[in-house]
């Protein structure tokens, strides 16, 4: 049995190409937040369909010598004045714990004043297993995800 589950290029733009055009129509979103690593390439596939600005920040789920921790970190950050009355879709790889979403989207409730209506998330992967908050009680007003896939490590092809 194996313990891992492989994506090509192909089907990450397969995925991210038609999730776009229904998130288009759904959520209509007017710039895109990649949380770096996981989130980049999917975003930039994205926007190639939803043709709006693409913005970044990064945290970190992993400790100075590749330990898991409780909390994200912030690696980079950014001014988000000038969003506070977009509509923003975050995208990432994948939910795994949901920590890293909970994180962000409580950051960018409290401390930079982006209302829940204005908030969507795309996760390319939402694995089978319990997380740390249910997506109802995440501040957000949209939730999509390309596919549901069982708790296996995922293998991207930018891995």
């Given at each position: 049995m194996e313990d891992k589950l492989y994506y090509s290029y192909n089907d990450i733009h397969n995925i991210c190409v038609e999730k776009a055009n229904t998130i288009?129509?759904?959520f209509v979103p007017d710039v895109i937040l990649a949380i770096?690593?996981?989130g980049l390439i999917p975003a930039r596939i994205m926007r190639?369909?939803?043709d709006i600005p693409i913005y970044v920040v990064s945290l970190s789920t992993y400790d100075e010598t590749n330990n898991p921790i409780n909390e994200p970190i912030i690696v980079q950050w950014m001014d988000f004045s000038k969003l506070r009355n977009k509509k923003i879709l975050v995208v990432d790889e994948v939910d795994?714990?949901?920590k890293t979403i909970e994180f962000l989207v409580n950051k960018l409730a409290n401390n930079e004043e982006i209302s829940e209506e204005n908030?969507?998330?795309f996760v390319l992967h939402n694995k089978k297993k319990d997380k740390?908050?249910?997506i109802n009680n995440l501040s957000i007003s949209y939730y999509n995800y390309g596919e549901m896939?069982?708790?296996k490590w995922i293998v991207y092809?930018?891995?």
């Open positions: 288009k129509k759904e770096g690593g996981g190639s369909v939803l795994d714990t949901r908030l969507g998330i740390v908050i249910g896939v069982e708790n092809p930018w891995d």
